[in-house]
C-alpha cells in the first residue's frame, strides 16, 4: 500500500490558473477523509525570490489502501471538472487521468491499483 500520493493537474498552464483548483481538490479529499494533505510548492519565479511559490501538487496520506480506488476516482472526476488531466504519482510510478476512453481509463487504473496493492 502506498503511504504518499502526489496528485498534479497536467498541463503549460498551470501558473496561469493559480492553485485554486488544488486548493478546492485538496478540501473535497479533506472532506471525503481520504487521507491526510500536504500541499507541494513550485519555487517563486527569480524576479520575486522572497514570495512563496504557487502550489504545483497535493500529498495525500492514505490511512487503508483501500482508499486509493476512491481517491483515483476522485482525481478523474476533478480531471473533467478542470478538462484538463490529473498526474497521480505514487513511488515513482506515474498513471494521467483524462486522456483515454472511459473503458481505456478503467483498465489503466486497475492496472495501476494492481501495481501498488490496492484492493
Known amino acids: 500500500m502506498p503511504d504518499i500520493v502526489r496528485l498534479e493537474f497536467a498541463g503549460p498552464d498551470n ?10 481538490l485538496a478540501a473535497d ?3 471525503q477523509q481520504l ?13 520575486n525570490k522572497g514570495a512563496d511559490g504557487i502550489i504545483e501538487w497535493v500529498s ?8 486509493l480506488r476512491d481517491l483515483l476516482r476522485l482525481a478523474m472526476d476533478w480531471s473533467r471538472r478542470e478538462r484538463r488531466p490529473v498526474v497521480v504519482h505514487i513511488d515513482g510510478d ?3 487521468l483524462g486522456d483515454a476512453t472511459d473503458e481505456q481509463q478503467r483498465e489503466l ?4 491499483l494492481a501495481r501498488h ?3
Open 60 to 67: 495525500v496520506g492514505l490511512a487503508a489502501g483501500y482508499l
Open 15 to 24: 501558473a496561469q490558473r493559480g492553485d485554486k483548483p488544488l486548493r478546492l
Open 35 to 47: 487521507g491526510n494533505v500536504e500541499f507541494g510548492y513550485a519555487p517563486p519565479p527569480e524576479d
Open 117 to 119: 496493492g490496492a484492493d
Open 109 to 112: 487504473v486497475d492496472a495501476f
Open 29 to 31: 479529499i479533506t472532506g
Open 94 to 96: 506515474s498513471l494521467m
